[in-house]
């Protein structure tokens, strides 16, 4: 049988006032995940092979200084003809 379980996240809000302040938080967090799945890797054998599991590639200094805009450009909307409505 199954057992229901709950996830619960916690998050840590941050008040960011600038993109240096930004890229540090990001780096911070990005370099802790990377270390924490260098420490899980299995040890090298040579009887099985590279068995490594695939990990963060490292951070590159080079990140963008502008920040991404990611909402949708605005464009009119298109009006579309309705079809005939089936019986029910």
């Given at each position: 049988s199954r057992t229901k379980t709950n996830l619960m996240v916690f998050l840590r809000?941050?008040?960011?006032?600038?993109?240096?302040?930004?890229r540090s938080i990001t780096l911070n967090r990005y370099?802790?995940?990377?270390?924490?799945?260098?420490?899980?890797q299995p040890r090298h054998d040579w009887s099985v092979g590279d068995m490594q599991a695939p990990v963060l590639p490292p951070a590159q200094q080079g990140i963008p200084q502008a920040a991404y805009d990611l909402r949708p450009?605005?464009?009119?909307?298109?009006?579309?003809?309705?079809?005939?409505?089936?019986?029910?």
């Open positions: 809000p941050y008040i960011v006032r600038d993109a240096a302040a930004g370099d802790f995940i990377r270390r924490a799945q260098q420490r899980v450009s605005p464009r009119p909307l298109r009006a579309v003809p309705l079809g005939e409505a089936a019986p029910l």
